[in-house]
């Protein structure tokens, strides 16, 4: 099968042409600009979630994990769209049981999974907070993971060289400093932090890597929305919330997950905490403006000391 080339990859070689991918959770944010860019550079990608064009989680968005799969064959790749709820061990077992029959490997593994941006209050402790709400966010964001990776570690670990990363929110350094939003939110995003440092203690002696991996202050569809504006227009809500003119699209960490897929020497991250925008001072990528954004120093050196919001020497 040909694919049509992405006009930023010109005439170079595709750096994954051959590499398997399979992104958990890739309907919208993080995973379609993870997905993506792994397309982009000539991966086979799977993307799985709960949106369909034919039904909807309850997040009732009109974003589908098959759009997601058509922009990653439009990128360069082959996108697969997969539905699964993976809350399910049979879904999931399902799913990497056809990645294995269809392509008999894995080299890339992103988990992805999160689904708990209804679910948390941004005020309420944990003794006012509602349970059912903070027990199912924790099931999203953590148990997911978990079950994801007993299914999918198999088939990655056959062959050397494979690579997981889990996405979170916030580095390990600033997490353990900062209150993150409320007990269930920090406890979900720390809990990934962990599960790649203990992945990265399992995967190691077996030959595979894993990390973890948070955007900035990412535009997803659902940020762009709540400022009413687009990807196009997004410097608009500058004017409102003058701290988003540090923000980045999700193609951004797509693109640091792109860079460590291809990296031969991959594994002296294993265990490691890393961002987008300290992994673009690594490998020489930008976000789609040209731009660096480095957006966990500017909250640092910036923004939680209450400077006023000034970009400069961060992007």
């Given at each position: ?24 959770g ?40 098959e ?55 941004w ?6 907070h ?45 997490n ?63 004017a409102?919330e ?14 640091a ?13 294993n265990?490691?905490s ?34 006023p ?7």
């Open positions: 099968m040909t694919h049509a080339q992405p006009q930023d990859r010109q005439d170079s070689p595709a750096p994954l042409d051959g590499k398997v991918a399979l992104v958990a890739a309907t919208r944010g993080a995973g379609r600009g993870i997905a993506v860019e792994l397309g982009a550079a000539g991966a086979t990608v799977y993307v799985t979630g709960r949106t369909t064009r034919a039904q909807r989680s309850e997040y009732d968005r009109a974003e589908t994990i759009d997601t799969a058509e922009m990653v064959t439009a990128a360069g790749g082959h996108g697969i769209a997969v539905p699964a709820d993976h809350l399910e061990p049979d879904q999931v077992r399902a799913l990497v049981e056809r990645v294995d029959a269809e392509q008999g490997r894995l080299d890339v593994l992103v988990n992805n999974i999160w689904g708990g941006e209804l679910l948390f209050s005020s309420a402790p944990v003794w006012e509602d349970l059912d709400k903070g027990l199912r966010l924790h099931r999203l964001a953590v148990e997911t993971h978990a079950i994801t990776s007993h299914f999918a570690l198999p088939l990655l670990l056959r062959r050397p060289g494979g690579l997981v990363v889990e996405m979170t929110d916030g580095t390990a350094e600033y353990r400093a900062h209150y993150r939003t409320s007990f269930f939110y920090d406890l979900a995003k720390s809990s990934v932090l962990r599960m790649a440092f203990a992945l990265g203690h399992e995967l190691g002696p077996r030959g595979a890597t894993a990390v973890a991996l948070t955007p900035g202050w990412m535009r997803s569809e659902i940020m762009l929305d709540h400022f009413g504006v687009t990807e196009d227009t997004w410097r608009d809500a500058v409102a003058p701290h988003f003119a540090i923000s980045e699209s999700p193609r951004y960490v797509g693109r997950v792109a860079a460590l897929a291809a990296d031969p020497d991959v594994r002296r991250h265990g490691e890393l961002s987008s925008g300290g992994l673009a001072q690594v490998y020489g990528f930008t976000d789609l403006d040209g731009s660096r954004p480095d957006a966990w120093r500017y909250l640092v050196e910036v923004q939680d000391p209450g400077k919001a000034d970009v400069t020497g961060y992007r």
